[in-house]
């Protein structure tokens, strides 16, 4: 220019590229990364799709019979429902927000029909079929039914009962009255009573007709025969409600010393056993005692009293010799006033006699005792404590723990307490037995506990969360390993052109030119030479800008 100041070549401002401008300039290999990372993007965005929309499984049905499963597999398929198979193909799983709406449906086409069959049975009678048959189809379904009720029981597991229906004829003499025996199979631990029992041999017997109650046999799935005549188990030892007292005795009695001495000695630091030793004999006596009155004071009641009076005498008999004279009355008696001979008087009567008798009986009350003693069963004879009781756990200044056995007066003192909270009583033979041992805990029992990767609930959270973090894990790959690297490339800026940077040059002295961002060391050392040969040669720089700005080739 004719100033002598000359400008630098400047680069043209150009506005970002478009999208498709920068992939078109990617390179061969980078445009095949994008697709494949954009291609395995999209698949793992519709495989978290596809997972979600299925939800959570929950039970159809459990133990089912493999006739009953297939039944259910069969409609399940019919009706374009997705289902699952778990413990072994125990279990039907079907999704959670179906599992109401598939029962109801499978109900109406009378799924799952079970094991046994009942009163169902006789819907299906075909034509043309015998009298036999029907009989049999009327007795299958009356011991299905029967089965049903007794399984419904808390301690029944499953029942199988067989009845023995013989065919009437019209001779009265000659008909044969039913029978029925009854298998049981109970869960483990449980007992029938005998109540229960009872229970049972009456519904059979009440459901068939002319059934007595002694002809149904009810066996266990050991083969004991459990109903029966009272007289046949009284000697088979407790029954089980007299066991279950038994339990709940000895089960008070050991809450009672666990609830005293826990605070005590810590809740893990104890164990107790109690025995009790019940007598459940039965005994009645009578005896009366009679106490007669005692003492002249003595209060008396008479009962009855009697008095007999009786009197008699004889008349007096004639006597003297026959004749007028003994048979005229006799002359009063005349003293003589004279000494002078007294006549011979008449003949006079005998003497006449009497006797007399009196009886008196009097019958007091006599007092009278009646006792009538009966012994209370179920009363307790004796009773036997066993206690154990761990050291005593003691922390030094230093923070270090040692088990210390506990001193004689402190075993006095929880021996008073076991004593007085089962109500102790020497001459009844009751005892009791507390000692001081430390506790061991086995390594094998530590062994067995599972950690807390291995329990079930961890288990199923980690089966339910694996899918999604999969998928998580490949996007991630997928974005950084693939699409990462195509996009920086697409979003790099390009490079500037050669002397694109130059600074504004005059003759005398170098204008810097308007600050800028860093450029690359490269660009950088360019800029460097520029400058420099500006300095060194400012003729020629200034012919080489003029040049740049006329459009000319450069003058040297």
């Known amino acids: 220019m004719d100033n002598g ?53 929950k039970v159809l049905y459990a133990n089912l019979s493999d006739k009953d499963g297939g039944a259910i597999i069969a409609q399940l398929s019919q ?12 279990a039907i799983l079907v999704p959670a927000a179906k599992v109401h709406d598939v029962r109801l449906k499978l109900a109406s086409a009378g799924l799952p029909k079970g094991s046994v069959v009942g009163f169902e ?51 009265f003499r000659e008909q044969q009255k039913p ?55 009284a000697g088979a030892g407790l029954d089980a409600q007299q066991l ?73 008999q004639p006597s003297g010799i026959p004749g007028a004279a003994s048979n005229q009355p006799p002359v009063p008696a005349t003293a003589p006033l004279t000494g002078a001979a007294q006549p011979l008087h008449a003949a006079q009567g005998g003497a006449a006699t009497g006797n007399s008798r009196r009886d008196a009986v009097t019958n007091y009350e006599v007092d009278k005792t009646v006792r009538v003693t009966r012994n209370a069963t179920g009363t307790v004879k004796r009773l036997n404590a066993a206690v154990v009781v761990n050291n005593r756990s003691v922390t030094d200044a ?26 102790f009583n020497k001459e009844r033979g009751d005892s009791v037995k507390v000692i001081n041992a430390p506790f061991k805990v086995d390594p094998a029992a530590r062994g067995n506990e599972l950690p807390w990767w291995k329990q079930p609930e961890v288990v199923d959270m980690l089966r339910a969360a694996a899918v999604p973090a999969g998928l998580a894990l490949v996007a991630l790959i997928v974005f950084f390993g693939l699409l990462r690297p195509a996009l920086k490339a697409m979003l790099a800026k390009p490079a500037p052109a050669p002397g694109a940077n130059l600074d504004v040059v005059s003759d005398d002295e170098i204008v810097p030119a308007a600050p800028r961002m860093l450029e690359p060391p ?10 420099m040969l500006a300095k060194e040669n400012p003729a020629a720089v200034a012919s080489i800008v003029r040049g740049w700005v006329s459009g000319e080739g450069a003058t040297t």
């Open 244 to 316: 279950q007292y038994v339990n709940q005795i000895e089960s008070g009695y050991s809450k009672r010393i666990f609830d005293l001495l826990e605070p005590v000695v810590g809740r893990e630091n104890l164990r107790a056993t109690v025995t009790a030793d019940v007598d459940f004999s039965q005994s009645e006596a009578t005896s009366e005692e009679f106490k007669p009155n005692q003492g002249a004071n003595a209060s008396t009641t008479i009962r009855s009293q009697q008095t007999t009076e009786q009197s008699g005498g004889t008349p007096a």
């Open 179 to 233: 029978s029925a025996s009854v298998l049981l199979t109970l869960h483990p631990g449980r007992t029938l009573e005998r109540a229960q029992i009872a229970g049972i041999v009456h519904l059979v017997s009440s459901s068939v007709p002319e059934m007595n109650p002694k002809a149904v046999s009810v066996l266990d799935q050991t083969g004991a025969l459990l109903s029966g005549p009272a007289e046949a188990n």
């Open 522 to 531: 490269k660009v950088t050392e360019q800029l460097a030479g520029a400058r």
């Open 398 to 423: 230093k923070g270090k723990t040692t088990q210390v056995p506990l001193t004689a007066d402190e075993m006095g003192k929880l021996t008073a307490l076991v004593q007085e909270s089962i109500g």
């Open 121 to 171: 049975l006789m819907d299906g009678a075909r034509f043309g079929q015998t009298q036999f048959q029907e009989r049999l189809t009327f007795q299958r379904g009356l011991e299905g039914e029967l089965t049903r009720s007794i399984t419904a029981l808390a301690a029944v597991q499953s029942a199988r009962v067989h009845l023995a229906l013989p065919n009437q004829n019209g001779f």
């Open 5 to 57: 100041i000359a400008l630098k070549n400047p680069t043209a401002v150009v506005g970002a590229d478009s999208f498709g401008a920068r992939m078109a300039a990617l390179p061969a290999k980078a445009k095949l990364t994008f697709g494949l990372g954009v291609a395995a993007l999209a698949g793992v965005v519709v495989a978290m799709t596809m997972w979600s929309s299925q939800g959570d499984y």
């Open 79 to 90: 009706m374009n429902v997705p289902y699952k198979h778990a413990d072994g193909g125990a």
